[in-house]
């Protein structure tokens, strides 16, 4: 059973990136995770959102396999403390049997047919923040509940 | 009038940094903004929790002058979406006549004094996020504000 991040759009910023992975490798020994990044859509400058939106819905929907424990990660989801949001998360680890993928869309938020799909989502923050910085702040999250899971202390990084 | 981040202890992830750096500069022009790194305390090995707090208060005061409008970035803060925080940040620059100093502690918290002194109390989330990259986060939704008060368009950086 594993843990897979999937993100639209590949992290463009070499610097986001290495913090970001820097935390997945902490969790190594503790998860299997991993990142997967879906290229971008092309073409896109005069494409209507809402054609926008359900073609990237498509794009991340192939990627899933039907058996996948989906979480939306969506700002319209439900709120957490770490500490919650560990108990959460070791709960269904424990139980599901199942891959659990968090998906990471794109600027313009999720199509229908996504949130369908999904079993769950998950908010970060009542605040809007960029969808390349939201990989580095749920891959810190996600090493922060291990920490709390396995009783590790984790201050600060 | 000017927006002062006063943070405790150094960025020591030149990543970090650097991404931090790139957000308030992109603020130029918009908003007088700097951030200021008190250095953390020494010796604090086998200090006490709560005597390592109030030390750490008394340094965050002596760095705060009285007309400071004191904003304590903290887990029991209120919570605002992105667009509300821009309204809210909007009308207190416009209308306040003084500087406001946002805070971000260390990773124990923020003394009973300190409480006291603050004017006000933001949260980002109700999860808790290392104290290093609140200071990304907060510089991101700090330039996602003006982004949205100058009515820019930013989906994503």
New interface residues.
């Given amino acids: 059973m594993k843990v897979r991040i999937l993100v639209l759009g590949r992290t463009d910023?070499p610097?986001?990136r290495?913090?970001t992975n820097d935390y997945l490798k902490r969790l190594t020994g503790m998860l299997r995770v991993e990142m997967q990044e879906l290229d971008d859509l092309k073409n896109t400058q005069n494409m209507p959102v809402e054609v926008r939106k359900r073609k990237e819905g498509e794009k991340i929907l192939k990627a899933l396999s039907p058996k996948d424990y989906v979480i939306l990660l969506d700002?319209k989801g439900k709120?957490?403390?770490?500490e919650q949001?560990a108990a959460h998360l070791a709960n269904k680890l424990n139980h599901l049997g199942r891959d659990m993928v968090f998906v990471i869309g794109g600027?313009?938020g999720f199509s229908e047919e996504l949130y369908r799909r999904a079993d769950e989502k998950l908010s970060?923050?009542?605040?809007?923040?960029?969808?390349?910085?939201v990989r580095?702040?749920f891959a810190?999250?996600l090493y922060?509940a291990f920490s709390i899971i396995h009783g590790k202390p984790y201050?600060?990084?």
């Fill in positions: 910023n610097h986001l290495l913090l700002e709120t957490f403390t770490s949001w600027a313009y970060l923050s009542p605040m809007t923040f960029s969808h390349q910085l580095l702040i810190e999250q922060r201050h600060n990084a």
